[in-house]
């Protein structure tokens, strides 16, 4: 029969020891994901980036009109209350 390789029973793994490994690996990790990013092209961000302030200028001037009539709406109400 053979003998099974055991640990000796009064010692614990270094916590430091299994915390730098643990560190390398995912030092290792992140390094593999980083190099699997495909970024776009620099014409493709500049387009990008025009439709988001394109939509942020039409929807801010959106929500000014809708301020408005509702303060004008707001404004002859009460003085009809009055």
């Known amino acids: 029969m053979a003998e099974e390789a055991k640990k000796p029973e009064g010692k614990k793994p270094n916590p430091l020891v299994a915390l730098g490994k643990k560190t390398v690996k995912f030092v290792k990790d992140c390094k593999g994901e980083i190099k699997k990013i495909v970024w776009p092209a620099p014409k493709a961000v500049f387009k990008n980036t025009g439709v988001v302030l394109v939509t942020i200028i039409v929807l801010g001037l959106f929500v000014f009109l809708l301020d408005t009539a509702f303060m004008n709406l707001l404004g002859l109400v ?5």
């Open 78 to 82: 009460m003085n009809v209350a009055t």
